[in-house]
């Protein structure tokens, strides 16, 4: 005899693209959505028995006709908007979880839009039924700042060969989830949650990356009450100095290579001293 552990389905990265119309002014929201539910299954991985299971294919269409009955606003309201519903209209769903890529397109004229590089906003939302939590977050914001960042005194063996610097180049792709403690401004929030990021980041003079880190944390938690809670991934995207003593010429921090890999990587959480406990929210 085996025990069963826990266990979800759901529907992967449903691709969602709304257009709202107001005259001539157009409105884009790209989506993509994934959504999982768990709770009274054991029967269908024990028995098969498919009773208590609504289709992965019920749940992408929710996803669809809900865009055009509720309309698509934050990313946050419209995944709590189905986790509710699939929570609250089907008896053997205890948990529901929706996370939504989100991406940007500016405006170039009444209906015409480009999209905005490579960046990424995420949401994850888990609801039971009674409680829920909302992690925001964004994925590859990309930022680089030409000094005011060094790195010596570190620790070295008969392997190292990596030289202490001064004056490098400080580059990486943020990837950054923070975590509610109640109902927002969504979007105004995440603005805020940004912008924090981006200041600390360019206004932090670095002795590594990871005070870097802390300082961005702790910026966002600063500037947004609303926010227990930051968790932080930074490849450092390495800058190397190219040598151009063959060519009887100086490199005085002008002329680098761009490393793509390896990478170090840099992960860490910041949070308040009083921060409420996670539940699922990080699943």
Same mark, same amino acid.
């Given at each position: 005899?085996?025990?069963?552990?826990?266990?979800?389905?759901?529907?992967?990265?449903?691709?969602?693209?709304?257009?709202?119309?107001?005259?001539?002014?157009?409105?884009?929201?790209?989506?993509?959505?994934?959504?999982?539910?768990?709770?009274?299954?054991?029967?269908?991985?024990?028995?098969?028995?498919?009773?208590?299971?609504?289709?992965?294919?019920?749940?992408?269409?929710?996803?669809?006709?809900?865009?055009?009955?509720?309309?698509?606003?934050?990313?946050?309201?419209?995944?709590?908007?189905?986790?509710?519903?699939?929570?609250?209209?089907?008896?053997?769903?205890?948990?529901?979880?929706?996370?939504?890529?989100?991406?940007? #397109?500016?405006?170039?004229?009444?209906?015409?839009?480009?999209?905005?590089?490579?960046?990424?906003?995420?949401?994850?939302?888990?609801?039971?039924?009674?409680?829920?939590?909302?992690?925001?977050?964004?994925?590859?914001?990309?930022?680089?700042?030409?000094?005011?960042?060094?790195? #010596?005194?570190?620790?070295?063996?008969?392997?190292?060969?990596?030289?202490?610097?001064?004056?490098?180049?400080?580059?990486?792709?943020?990837?950054?989830? #923070?975590?509610?403690?109640?109902?927002?401004?969504?979007?105004?929030?995440?603005?805020?949650?940004?912008?924090?990021?981006?200041?600390?980041?360019?206004?932090?003079?670095?002795?590594?990356?990871?005070?870097?880190?802390?300082?961005?944390?702790?910026?966002?938690?600063?500037?947004?009450?609303?926010?227990?809670?930051?968790?932080?991934?930074?490849?450092?995207?390495?800058?190397?100095?190219?040598?151009?003593?063959?060519?009887?010429?100086?490199?005085?921090?002008?002329?680098?290579?761009?490393?793509?890999?390896?990478?170090?990587?840099?992960?860490?959480?910041?949070?308040?001293?009083?921060?409420?406990?996670?539940?699922?929210?990080?699943?």
């Amino acid at each position: 005899m085996f025990v069963l552990g826990p266990n979800r389905y759901g529907k992967a990265e449903t691709r969602l693209v709304r257009v709202t119309k107001h005259g001539e002014a157009h409105h884009l929201k790209d989506l993509n959505v994934s959504s999982s539910l768990s709770g009274d299954m054991d029967a269908v991985h024990l028995t098969g028995d498919n009773a208590t299971v609504l289709p992965t294919d019920t749940q992408k269409n929710t996803v669809y006709a809900f865009a055009k009955k509720h309309g698509v606003g934050a990313s946050e309201d419209f995944a709590l908007l189905l986790a509710r519903h699939f929570v609250d209209t089907q008896p053997a769903v205890r948990l529901a979880r929706v996370a939504i890529e989100e991406y940007a #397109w500016e405006r170039r004229g009444g209906h015409s839009f480009v999209r905005s590089g490579r960046e990424t906003r995420t949401t994850v939302v888990h609801y039971d039924g009674t409680s829920q939590w909302v992690v925001s977050g964004l994925r590859d914001l990309v930022l680089l700042n030409t000094t005011d960042s060094e790195f #010596w005194g570190f620790a070295t063996d008969e392997y190292t060969t990596l030289a202490e610097t001064r004056d490098r180049v400080l580059a990486t792709a943020v990837n950054a989830q #923070w975590r509610h403690t109640g109902s927002s401004d969504w979007d105004k929030s995440y603005e805020r949650a940004r912008e924090a990021l981006i200041a600390a980041f360019a206004g932090t003079y670095s002795l590594s990356l990871q005070q870097t880190l802390y300082a961005m944390g702790s910026r966002v938690l600063t500037d947004c009450p609303e926010i227990c809670e930051v968790r932080l991934s930074l490849p450092n995207k390495h800058h190397f100095l190219v040598d151009l003593s063959p060519f009887g010429l100086d490199n005085d921090n002008e002329v680098y290579v761009a490393a793509d890999r390896p990478y170090g990587l840099i992960e860490g959480t910041v949070l308040r001293p009083d921060a409420p406990a996670a539940g699922p929210a990080w699943e």
